[in-house]
């Protein structure tokens, strides 16, 4: 079966620190890949999605940034965080673009 | 601007009543309409899809209709207990992935 790990859960970071969240997906190949951001009590708003390794749109023009440098890993970075960067931040899987949405357990990041 | 428009913003119904939420999309071309259910602190899960080519899809209490014409689908939920209790999103794809802004649905004893 297929299973989605995000890492960490929690993260709590200086403001001007740089950032990592980090990915994986297991049990499938090829998946398509999504970053969402979830700010407290509102919608969830779309960052990045890949379709493929290297394979990285941008949804929203930002300080952050996107990387995929193998199939089933998906990293989410910056180098210099915002106060506006704290939120929830969910991966997300998807066999095809117009198929329901797996996600991540999320990590919860406060910048302060 | 927008294309995915979803109310209520909060919805409080008394256990045991029904609760509907609505989602008002923009492209003609969307073909694939999901429900999700976020609990507070967990991540969002699919509760229920639908595709274009049908009007109605139901799975025990929960139901979700198509109505093309008009560019809106709806969420049911019959018999409502307090475990609906949650955040409801749908999303809409066309040129881009938008999940609607979220329903809170509260339970009410």
Redesign the interface.
């Known amino acids: 079966s297929q299973t989605i790990h995000q890492w960490p859960a929690t993260l709590v970071q200086p403001v001007g620190s740089p950032l990592s969240l980090e990915c994986t997906v297991e049990g499938t190949s090829n998946p398509n890949l ?1 970053w ?1 951001r979830q700010a407290a009590g ?5 960052l990045f ?1 890949s379709v493929g390794i290297g394979q990285i749109s941008s ?1 929203v023009p930002q300080n952050l940034s996107a990387s995929r440098p193998q199939d089933r890993q998906f990293i989410l970075s910056s180098k210099k965080l915002l106060l506006s960067d704290s939120g929830f931040y ?1 991966c997300a899987w998807s066999v095809n ?10 990590t919860r990041l406060t910048v302060l | 601007g927008e294309n995915v428009e979803q109310h209520p913003s909060t919805l409080s119904v008394q256990e045991g009543d029904s609760a509907v939420i609505k989602c008002t999309y923009s492209d003609s071309a969307s073909n694939y309409f999901p429900w999700y259910k976020q609990e507070l602190g967990k991540r969002p899960q699919l509760i229920i899809d639908i595709r274009s080519n049908v009007g109605e899809k139901k799975d025990q209490r929960i139901a979700v209709t198509l109505n093309k014409t008009a560019k809106h689908f709806s969420l049911h939920i019959t018999e409502t207990q307090p475990e609906d209790s949650a955040v409801y999103f749908c999303l809409n794809r066309d040129d881009k992935i938008i999940f609607g802004k979220g329903t809170r649905l509260h339970i009410l004893p």
């Not at chain 1, 509102?42 to 779309?46: A, E, H, I, T």
């Not at chain 1, 673009?97 to 999320?106: I, L, R, T, V």
């Open positions: 999504y969402y509102r919608g969830l708003q779309l999605y949804e969910l673009s117009g198929d329901e949405q797996f996600f991540g357990p999320g």
